[in-house]
C-alpha cells in the first residue's frame, strides 16, 4: 500500500468517467487516490456515493495502476 500515487479530484461526480480521469494530464502512478468529498460528515453514511464508469477499471489497469483509494466508507 505504499509508493508513488496520483490523486485526483472528482468531487462533485456522481459517475468517474475516463474523462474525469485523463483532465488535468495527471500521470497515473500504480496508486490511484480519488477525492470525491462525498462524506463531509463521517457520523452519517452518505446519501450518494459516486461509481466507476464501466471503462475505468479496464483504463486503469492498462496504466498499471494496481489500488484505487477512495475517501469513503
Not at 11 to 39: D, H, Q, S
Not at 49 to 69: Q, R
Amino acid at each position: 500500500f505504499l509508493g508513488p500515487a496520483t490523486l485526483v479530484d472528482v468531487e462533485g461526480r456522481e459517475v468517474v468517467t475516463v474523462n474525469a480521469l485523463e483532465r488535468g494530464g495527471a500521470k497515473l502512478r500504480p496508486r490511484l487516490l480519488l477525492r470525491t468529498g462525498a462524506w463531509p460528515d463521517s457520523t452519517r453514511f452518505p446519501e450518494r456515493i459516486p461509481v466507476l464508469a464501466a471503462d475505468v477499471p479496464e483504463y486503469l489497469a492498462e496504466h498499471g495502476v494496481v489500488l484505487l483509494g477512495i475517501d469513503l466508507p
